[in-house]
């Protein structure tokens, strides 16, 4: 069904996002522990800080998307009580 689409789509979203934030995460940890390629050189404090700060907006972004599902998932139950209370009224009808 459509609700079961919506859901599907979002939880791929979510693992994506889940990816993602994992993959920077990681990165973030090699930047500020010196490894990687450039761990000669030391850590550099405008990339730790432009790291901080799409992690940050990442999390921001996981947040919207943990409440779209919330969201998309409530509608759905409406949708569905909403139907059962129509078929309902039809049959006292």
């Known amino acids: 069904t459509m609700n079961e689409d919506i859901v599907a789509i979002v939880g ?3 693992v994506v ?3 993602i934030l ?3 995460f990681i990165a973030t940890l090699k930047i500020l522990k010196g490894g990687g390629k450039n761990a ?3 850590v550099d404090p ?5 790291m901080q700060e799409i992690h940050q907006g990442l999390q921001k972004m996981e947040d919207r998307v943990e409440s779209l599902e919330t969201l998309l998932i409530e509608e ?6 909403r139907a059962k ?3 309902f009224s039809e049959l006292e009808d």
């Open 76 to 81: 759905a139950r409406a949708r569905k009580e």
């Open 17 to 19: 996002l889940v990816a």
């Open 22 to 24: 994992g993959s920077i």
């Open 46 to 50: 405008e990339e730790a800080k432009l």
């Open 85 to 87: 209370m129509d078929r």
């Open 12 to 14: 791929g979203v979510t």
């Open 40 to 42: 000669r050189r030391g």
